[in-house]
């Protein structure tokens, strides 16, 4: 049977920019290993693949698979498909915001969307789970080697190297400016010891632009390069709790990636701090359709 896809553009409010999802509408039928081919010939980072949710006050149910795998969560999945359903009610007459969940492995997710155009919208959602610290964080020696850096290069204020999971784990490297952010190259013979978990999420206080709090880059050992990794930046709510100590009540963080591929996002983090704990977390920005079409 022919199924109908939506590709987005991701942490992004134009077209080829930002990370690139595909949405397939309606997989109903497909088994995993169906799935798994779809998203190969994708071969975008992540493909959605739409069910109906398990229960029926949800909006839907997604599977999310990369070229290799299955994941339990990613945060540009959920956001650019939150829009996208936030789209299809809109041109329903349902109205341009609306408040619902959607239900993926790692747990049911709180999405907030509004429909900023005929093919754009921004969505928010709340974290089903919090960071967690992953034990043992890597050394600064270690991680600097894994990326081709020098030690000095490593580490600002108070941030040191760090991994934390809110549903994927991450290597989360704080480093002291653009240029050293920039020069970051993996390592073969030195990741391992270096990185663990999905990849290494660089991150620096140093942006060139007073809108961003920071700019990443995530990299992964083959090489390839993510420009806009929700999941990382979650996982990141963790250093920042950590590093920054930040003061009771909600603080929101603009996080910029992907200018070094040319692709660049940005990545909108909001913390909810309570008695100088993480108490909630979310994700948003914004995305647009880029690309509709068949799979026959």
Not at 219 to 246: I, N, Q, V, Y
Not at 261 to 274: C, N, T, Y
Request: net charge negative.
């Amino acid at each position: 049977m022919s199924r109908l896809y939506v590709i987005l553009d991701v942490f992004t409010d134009r077209p080829l920019a930002g990370n690139p999802l595909a949405v397939v509408l309606d997989a109903s039928g497909l088994d995993s290993e169906g799935m798994l081919a779809i998203a190969r010939e994708f071969n975008l980072s992540e493909t959605v693949f739409l069910l109906p949710a398990e229960d029926e006050a949800r909006k839907a149910r997604l599977r999310i698979f990369t070229p290799q795998t299955e994941l339990p969560f990613a945060g540009h999945p959920t956001v650019g498909t939150a829009v996208l359903l936030g789209l299809m009610d809109a041109v329903a007459g349902k109205g341009r915001a609306a408040r619902f969940e959607i239900e993926e492995q790692v747990g049911v997710i709180a999405c907030d969307v509004e429909a900023t155009g005929k093919r754009s919208g921004r969505a928010t959602f709340r974290l089903t789970k919090l960071p967690a610290p992953v034990a043992p964080p890597p050394s600064p020696a270690a991680v600097a080697a894994a990326l081709g850096l020098d030690e000095t290069d490593i580490g600002f204020d108070a941030h040191v190297p760090s991994r934390f999971d809110a549903g994927n784990a991450f290597t989360l490297i704080p480093v002291k400016s653009l240029a050293a952010l920039g020069r970051a190259r993996p390592q073969p013979g030195a990741w391992a010891a270096g990185v663990a978990d999905r990849g290494a999420y660089l991150y620096t206080r140093e942006t060139g632009d007073p809108a961003l709090a920071f700019r990443a880059r995530m990299l992964r050992a083959d090489a390839s390069e993510d420009p806009a990794t929700g999941s990382a930046a979650a996982s990141f709510a963790g250093a920042l709790t950590a590093f920054e100590a930040p003061a009771e009540g909600t603080h929101a963080f603009r996080i910029g990636q992907g200018f070094e591929m040319k692709r660049p996002s940005v990545i909108e983090l909001g913390l909810e701090i309570s008695n100088g704990t993480l108490a909630g977390a979310t994700i948003g920005g914004a995305a647009v359709v880029a690309a509709e079409g068949t799979l026959f």
